[in-house]
Each structure stands twice: as C-alpha cells, then as structure tokens.
C-alpha cells in the first residue's frame, strides 16, 4: 500500500442478465485522507463504484468483474464483504434498512463484536463512535423509535465504529431535512479531518458538499468523465453537462465568471469582479425583510381547491403532529410545504387527501385530491407499466412508450412519474388538488427538472412537501414552512425561501436574498440590472 | 410488540437470567396440569407482567391467547370420545361423524386452552421484557447464524408492518377499481425480498460472517440476575415435584379428578411467591 487507500484497474462490471456494463473500463486511485464526491445522474454507476469499494460487488450482487480493485492494498476479489468491513465504513441511503440491531449501543458495538474485539475494546470503540458523532444520548434508546436524521446519525457512527481507513457514503443525505442533511455533510467533513480517514460521497445535491470536497469524480454510463478539483470540475460542467453544474457556478458562468465552490467562494469570486453582493442584498432584500413572510394563517378564499381549517391531529397518549393548521390553496396555485422532518408535512398532505381525520378542525376539498406517497413503489403493483395506468395517463406523463416495461424495472424518476400517472388517472373525475410527498428524495437535476415542469403544466392545484429549495424555486407559486405542527411562513416562493440558510436555494444564499432572486437566472438578471462591473 | 427498556427489576436483569426466568415458567406451564397449578401459573405470569410495567403489552396479548384457548377448548370437546359424561348430543355430523360432547373432554380441552394461555402470554412477557441484543450476544457463542437470524426476524416485524401500511395507503390512493388481492399479494412478496436483500447487505458491511468466533464477554451478575436465576429454579423444581410426587393431580378420562388438596394449594402459592419475589427489590432497575 502506498499511501493509495482505493485503487480501481480498468473495472468493469456487469450486473446479473444485464446487456451493459454498469462500470466501463474505471481506472483511479483515491489517497488517504481524500475527501471525494462521486457525482452523476442517475444511472451512471456512482452506486456501483461505491459498493465496488465495499467488496458488496461482486461477492453479493454476483455479475461479472473485470480489472482489479483493491482496498487498502488487498484485493476485492480474494476478501468477502465482511471481511473488508474491518477496512470501509459503508453507509447506504435509506437509514431503516441498515440498521439491525434493536438498541443503539448494540448497534455500534455489532461490528466492533463481529471483528472479534475484545469486549473493553467494544466499550471503548462504542463509546468513542458515539461520542464522535453526538449520539452519546441515543445509545439506551431503542433503534425503532428513532427519527430519518438519527438513524443516519446510528448508522454511520456504526459505519465508523471499527475505525475504517475508508468511508463511503451512497447519497446518505436524501431522506434528510436540509438542517441535518448539512450537519452530516459538516460532520464527515470533522471525522476525515480529524481521523484522516478517506471518505468517497455520492451525492446529487452538489451545492451541499462540494465546498468541502478535495476532488470530485463525475461519472456518466459507467465511466469517468470527469476527475478535478471541485473548480475545475464545476468549470467542466458548465460546459460539457450542465444537468451536474451547482446553481452557483451557473450563476457565476451566466455573468462570464469562473465557477466556484459554496457561498462563500462564489460571493468572493463576485465581490471580486465588482458586483456589490452585500450592497445588493441590503437595497433589494432590507425591504422585503421589513414584511417579512409570517402569515401563519393565510386567508380563506372563496376560490379554493383545498381549505384546511383549524385542524388539529393529536395522537391518543402520544404527541401533537399538527397545531391549529389553516391553510387555503386556489385552484391553479402550486404550493411548496417545507420544513423540517416531523414537522408535519406529511401528516398534512394525508388530511388534505383524506387518508387521516382530524382530531380537531375540518377540510373541505373543491374535489378529488390526488396523493403521491413517498415511494412510487408503492403504487406499483401489476406486471406492465400499460396496467398500471391509462395510455392518456402515460402520455401525460411521457411514458407512452414504455407500456410493455416492467414497473419495477423502470428507472427512479420514470417510477415517479408512473405513480403520478396511476394517482392522476381518472378521466371522469379529475383531480382538484394534486398532492406529492418528498417526489425529488434520491432523484438528479435532470429528472426534478422533469417533474418540475409536469407540475406546471396539471390543470389542478399541486402541494409538494418537500425539502429540496431548488425544486420549489422551479415550480412553487407559494410556500408554506411547518415548524411543530403549525405553519410559520407562508408567501411568495421568492419571499420565503431568500430570506434564510437552511430554507434557502444557493442563488439566494449567495446573494443574500437580495431581491428574492431563488435561481440562476434570477440572480444573472438581478446583478445585471444592479451592477456594472468594474 | 416489541422490547423496550423500562425501569423494572426482570428488565435490569442480564438477559440470561431473564431468558431462564421465561424458560422455567413456560416449563411450569407445560409440567403442571391441575387447573389450580396451571391458574397459578398464569398468575405468576400476568403478574410478573404488571410488576415489569408490561400491562399494556399483556392486555394486548390477552385477547389472542383467550380465543386460542376457546378454539382449542371446542375443537378438543367436538373430536375427542372419551369420557363417561356426556352434557349434549349432536348426532352426525359432516366429516366429525357420531358426536357426543362430554363433560371430561371439555374440561380437559379448557385446560389445554389454558396452558396455551399461559405460554402465549410468557412469550408475550419474553418478547417485551428480554433485549433481543443481548439474547444474541448469548446465543451466537453456540449458533451465530440461528441467534442473528432469529433477532433479525424480530427487527424485521415492524419494518414490514410499516411497509404493509404504506402499501395500503397508496392503494387507497389509485382512483378507480382496487387492485386484485394477488397483485398485491405479488407486490408486498417484492418489497419484503427488496428489504431483505437491503438488510442482508448491511450485514454484510457490518461484517457479519467474518470467519472467527466472536469472543465471550463477561460481566459480573447483578443482584436481579442473581434473584431471577434464583426465581427460575426454584419454579423449576416446584413444577418439577409436583409432578414426580403428584402434588398436583389432575386426571380428565375416563371421569374428572382433580383434587384440591393441601399439596397442590401450596405448590400453587409457592409457585406465584416464587415468580414475584424478585420484584420486591426495585434498587438500581434504572439504567
């Protein structure tokens, strides 16, 4: 081993039956203390490089391998998984699955006990792995009645208990909020700095890690297409696949200016070439700040699809999931409902539609309301995407040609969009309000780009809960943010989202919220008409 | 139902001694065959139960066990012919044939009933009070495989009861006609195979199956290890010389005989006194 904690010799890999290859010919070399994201659309082979890593290809997807991978010097072929787990710290996407023992304490020590420690080892090692990752409190609770964000938390501190030279991460932060999806990111940044460990991330909201990246590894049908710093890999993608560019560099490209990484690099590349950002937030955005977006109760119309009025839903000896929420939505409006997990968000789309009653308060609905769960999977239950739904269904949805797939071997986002075609599919009784839940969790640019423009174009009112800003800046009319059960702001999509950090886009991060600029060309539009640089 | 720590003394107890605890009830259950014994039993278990601050989680276990208990109860007096007592007769019929029910056969069938009410409830109280986490630790010195398996299908249960549960909602959701029962049948079977191939590589990340035997860790007992250890043996060996002396006497065929003497009300009262004792000491339950 020479300093090299990854190395991949011309992989490639084919998964069982399938025709292509998932990687094409992947040769790099990842050193120790490198802290890299994986970046691609969907489908390009992130996944399949990482678990490459973790040894789970080929010894637990079978297929076949070609090239050479080595871990820490030693060869995937020659050691299993669990063999390798004493070396890569894996953390998968979805928290509930990977997580199997019934306390947190049993948790973490699990793979320090599977290497054979000794049990003082095991103490120390547990203790140590929550202490780094602030669960110290968690370790006596039981791991059923843990949130999204401190299963993860579990997870990955049992990822890290046994010290691994290499961490990977498979979009750990999809199913989180923003705020503890950037308490992660933050948290990994700490641990690979503090520990030197090497730590590969895939992730498809770049804008949220790059700024502490070392290197960026951009992958597209199972080859390396781009492997850079994350300025130069921004400045490549401007140019050669903008679907993976940041808002950030797009804004900066859209003003003749070079890429940069996060808020704070991008708003001294702008101060740098003589755009005020500071001047621009305080005269564009003091005055929006001065009426400020904190109608908790926004007014009923007589218009409306969907009335939510006073309602309340209280869980019989256990806690309060919604406080009084009243809310009015028009009948073309598209509203974003946002906030943190356990804010009530989803609770609330289930009343809207009716699958919940409330403990208190009523709804009225103008007519049918379409709900679109979490997990498109869920709706798919027969042997072809034709009997799924209607063929004028799938054509609204672009799936025309896709009748004699297999629903479930479709891709995320045509999944997504089968299930949006399945709920909506009622001719003699259209739908008066459209409701989705988290739609964009695991999805790329491309396809919330996709969805963003199929909500514009339903002739209904459309509720998203969701925690993506860039999304809602696609499509969102209003926003409405949940804290406890209640709403705490609710108004213009321009209003509410440029006025924070955790709730904001990185155009309005970037410039302050100056303006209520939510997206690149917003924010191109704005400095334009603003500034002359120097 | 699953475990969840609480401060009571058969919790704070190290699992071996919970798990023995548990064992020698269910034990006691099966020894015993007078219906005053066998209701002893019962009341130990309910009450072990109540004093672990598991009422909830044995009223919820009660309602299967009692009608587990009346279908065996009925099933035992429709097909048994023994016993010289007939109470009702029901002539022939379909597939049973000639019928008679008796009084011997009924008894005998609630007292089989019985015993199922106190072993569904002593896996009620297993379940609730015993951490899986440490069972495993326990057991997979001697079957790692079989312990983790066992443990998994326990951590499963309330993952695919919220999978089941999403998958209702979101077929309440589809407009029009409801799916048929075998697509979703077909459905549910792909989600739980997606979750166990999920939870499978997670395993394998974690490092289970890593050739080696884990090693032992020993920890000093407790005073409720010591007392629940205690508790397990000592019903043990009431059950086990009610029965080899026949203290406890109970016979259904061909005529009832189940005499209350002065043996099988002690071995009664010692058996509830054994299997609650260790509640008395409520210092340290705490973590």
Request: glycine share 8%.
């Amino acid at each position: 081993m020479n300093g090299e904690v990854l190395e991949l010799d011309r992989v490639s890999y084919w998964y069982p039956d399938a025709p292509q290859p998932a990687l094409d010919g992947v040769s790099l070399s990842i050193g120790a203390g490198e802290l890299v994201v994986l970046a691609g659309l969907s489908g390009s082979g992130k996944s399949t490089l990482l678990r490459t890593a973790s040894g789970l290809v080929p010894h637990f997807h079978g297929g076949k391998l070609a090239g050479t991978v080595a871990v820490a010097g030693m060869d995937t072929r020659t050691r299993t998984p669990a063999q390798l787990a004493a070396y890569v710290g894996t953390l998968f996407q979805d928290p509930e699955t990977q997580v199997v023992m019934n306390s947190v304490r049993a948790e973490l020590a699990f793979p320090l006990e599977n290497r054979g420690d000794s049990g003082p080892a095991v103490a120390r090692g547990v203790e140590e792995a929550a202490l780094a990752l602030g669960i110290g409190d968690l370790l006596d609770r039981p791991t059923s009645e843990l949130s999204g964000g401190e299963l993860q938390r579990v997870a990955l501190a049992a990822a890290l208990a046994g010290r691994p030279s290499l961490i990977v991460l498979d979009e750990p932060t999809s199913q989180l909020d923003p705020v503890v999806g950037d308490e992660l990111i933050a948290l990994l940044r700490r641990i690979n700095e503090d520990s030197e460990a090497t730590v590969v991330i895939s992730e498809h909201r770049l804008e949220r890690c790059l700024s502490i990246a070392d290197r960026v590894i951009a992958m597209d049908e199972g080859r390396i297409v781009c492997d850079a710093p994350p300025r130069e890999f921004l400045a490549w993608a401007c140019a050669a696949s903008p679907a993976l560019a940041t808002p950030g560099a797009r804004l900066l490209q859209g003003l003749g200016l070079s890429p940069a990484a996060g808020v704070k690099a991008a708003r001294a590349a702008l101060r740098a070439n003589g755009y005020d950002v500071g001047d621009a937030a305080d005269r564009d955005g003091r005055a929006d700040r001065r009426r400020p977006a904190a109608a908790s109760r926004s007014k009923p119309s007589r218009d409306a699809a969907l009335r939510v009025d006073r309602v309340w839903h209280e869980i019989s000896r256990g806690p309060t999931i919604l406080r009084g929420v009243s809310l009015s939505i028009g009948r073309s409006e598209r509203v974003a409902l946002m906030g943190r997990n356990g804010a009530g968000k989803s609770t609330l789309l289930r009343h809207a539609a009716g699958l919940m009653q409330p403990t208190r308060g009523r709804i009225q609905r103008a007519g049918r309301v379409a709900l679109l769960l979490q997990n498109p999977t869920d709706y798919l239950v027969h042997e072809t995407v034709a009997e799924e739904a209607s063929s004028a269904a799938l054509a609204s949805v672009g799936l025309a040609a896709f009748g004699d797939r297999h629903p479930r071997d479709l891709s995320g986002g045509e999944k997504q969009r089968l299930a949006l075609a399945i709920v909506l599919d009622d001719e003699a009784n259209p739908p008066a309000v459209v409701c989705l839940d988290e739609p964009t969790r695991g999805m790329d640019r491309t396809h919330k780009h996709e969805l963003a423009r199929l909500l514009c174009e339903i002739d209904a009112a459309v509720l998203v809960a969701t925690h993506d800003p860039e999304f809602v800046a696609e499509f969102a009319d209003r926003v409405v943010l949940l804290a406890d059960g209640a709403p705490i702001a609710d108004g213009p999509a321009a209003e509410v989202l440029s006025g924070g950090t955790y709730f904001a886009t990185e155009t309005a991060r970037i410039l302050g919220g100056a303006g209520g600029a939510l997206t690149p060309d917003q924010g191109i539009g704005l400095l334009q008409r603003a500034e002359v640089p120097a | 139902m699953s475990y969840r720590r609480r401060p009571s003394p058969l919790h704070a107890a190290w699992a071996a001694a919970g798990c023995a605890y548990c064992v020698a009830l269910a034990c006691a259950a099966l020894l015993l065959s007078s219906p005053v014994a066998l209701g002893a039993v019962v009341a130990a278990i309910v009450g072990a139960g109540v004093a672990a601050g598991l009422g909830r989680e044995m009223r919820r276990a009660a309602p299967l066990a009692v009608t587990l208990a009346i279908v065996i109860a009925l099933v035992n007096a429709l097909v048994t012919r023994d016993g010289l007592t007939v109470v009702v007769r029901l002539g022939d019929l379909p597939v049973l044939g000639h019928t008679d029910v008796t009084l011997e056969a009924t008894v005998y069938g609630l007292i089989l009933g019985l015993r199922a009410v106190a072993l569904i409830m002593c896996g009620a109280l297993y379940t609730a009070a015993v951490d899986p986490d440490e069972v495993l630790k326990l057991f997979r010195r001697v079957s790692f495989r079989s312990a983790l398996t066992a443990t998994l299908a326990t951590r499963m249960v309330p993952v695919l009861v919220r999978d089941a549960h999403r998958l209702t909602d979101a077929q309440r959701c589809r407009p029009g006609r409801p799916p048929s029962r075998v697509a979703l049948m077909r459905a549910a079977t792909s989600g739980v195979l997606d979750r166990a191939l999920d939870v499978a590589a997670a395993l394998e990340v974690r490092g289970y199956g890593r050739p080696g035997r884990p090693p032992s860790i020993r920890r000093p007992w407790s005073r409720h290890d010591l007392a629940f250890a205690a508790s397990a043996v000592a019903v043990l060996v009431l059950s086990v010389a009610a029965r080899v002396f026949d203290l406890a006497q109970f016979s259904a065929y061909p005529s009832l005989r189940a005499p209350v003497s002065a043996g099988t009300i002690a071995i009664a009262l010692a058996l509830v006194a054994c299997a609650l004792l260790p509640f008395a000491d409520r210092r340290g339950v705490q973590r």
